[in-house]
RNA sequence: UCCCCGGUAGCUCAGUCGGUAGAGCAGGUGGCUGUUAACCACCCUGUCGCUGGUUCGAGUCCGGCCCGGGGAGCCA
């Protein structure tokens, strides 16, 4: 068995085109990782994965070929090239398999390699996130990720929506979505003071500046400008959930719509949702079926019921009074002005409705100061997109575009107009009705995955306590 | 941050009433087979998370700490 870099006039194929050949090919090259070695005294069998698709490809290598016994120690995890035929497999499990005419190592791995051809639990596959992409299911995960990453893309330009790269670096203290992480180059051990507060003058920036928690503020800036827009980019929480579903990085997907109202909102969320699924059950029909056997019985099921489903509106008042004639032992009360909780939104999304629904026009003192206060003036046009399973996984509202009533909504919320003088002013000239959404990329994965814990879904998790790799 | 559960071989786990630790996989050796996370036989593998206590004796009981998981809150 040779070692180093093949030289080689044949053929270079993916695992995935060589698996999906029309027919025999003749001197090809493979290159990829070993997932198991099955060998014996007449012939070696590995499994070659290169992560371009689910299944791996056999390599066979006869006892009568020089290298047969070098072959056949080959620990799993090593990396080879390999060049052979790629002929028709003689035996059950595949349709192609390659014959092979030369073995080369490019890189060994020895006993010690931590992913062994056995089944593991991802709380350990965590600890080994370096190489956790080389297992099944996180080939499976990163695979879809990836597809969704460009259907995401795909649907927004389809539509006419420009992508707009708002900024990671922000002063805005309040945009109303939880704690920020600071940002700063001063020096913890002696900051410069005033008064003795620390002065952030000083700073980098001159002022107290951290990691966004939300495109949106910016996302609307641009929607009075292109019309429809769209961000996807990563975002930051700095709180200490201790949760399945909360990172401290995540990514965030946030359209934003000019001259529409919640309606508009609500249609686009669902057209996002469908198209989605549709593309997923479409395009990653390999990858669904591992989760769907391995991971959630029904997933596949699931995501065709969802593609056809009608996405019913559920105003909130009607909400709160559906809990309340339901009989239910909730652990928490139901209340017109209380929020709903994770129990009330998956007993209107399972038992009641079966379905998606989305429950709009909230109290207005339990939202944000940005969402438009409806003629009640006791509800704003806040939507939230329920679905089985999950609970809630879009979030949007109509933006107030009204200037006057916007300045009083900051004001009865504490929230100070000054720093935001800018978001205030597209209310001033040509302003206009418009909404938007956030959805949690992250969470929108482990619905279509059936992954239960969103630090499988990315590639390298951000929680409290652990920012390693 | 709060509540609950857990931490035993490289990995997945068992360990009874408190009596001195075990199975599968991985690794090694041999055998066997167009094999499918191959199979069969034998061999090897331990700071029982850390720390203090109770006890003649602690993986097992109690306290503290660390780490992981589930749930809640916050939220996406």
Known sequence: MRKGHLDSNCRYLAVQKALTAEGEIENIVLKGWVRTVRSGKGVTF??????????????VIDASHPDHEAVSAIGTGAALEVEGDLVASPAEGQRWEVKAARITMVGEAGHDYPLQKKRHSFEFLRTIAHLRPRSNTFGAVFRMRNALSFAVHKFFQERGFLYVQTPIITANDCEGAGEMFRVTTLDPRNP??????????????GEKTGLTVSGQLQAELFATAFSKVYTFGPTFRAENSNTSRHVAEFWMIEPEIAFANLQDDCKLAEDFLRYHVIYTLENCGEDLQFFNDRIEKGLIDK???????????????????????????????????LDLQSEHERYLTEKVFDGPIFVVDYPAQIKAFYMRLNDDERTVAAMDLLVPRVGEIIGGSQREERYDILKMR???????????AWYMDIRRWGSCPHAGFGLGFERFLMYVTGMENIRDVIPFPRTPGNAQF
């Open 46 to 59: 590995l499994a070659l994965n290169d992560g371009s698709s689910m299944a791996s490809i056999q390599v």
């Open 192 to 205: 410069p003071l005033e008064n003795s507060q620390i002065d952030w003058r000083e700073d980098f920036f």
């Open 303 to 337: 995501l065709e019921k969802l593609a056809k489903a009608e996405f019913h509106v559920l105003p909130y008042t009607e909400a709160i009074s559906i809990l309340q004639k339901s009989g239910e032992n909730f652990a928490y009360p139901v209340e017109w002005g």
């Open 410 to 420: 900051m004001d009865a919320m504490g929230v100070p107009s000054e720093p935001l």
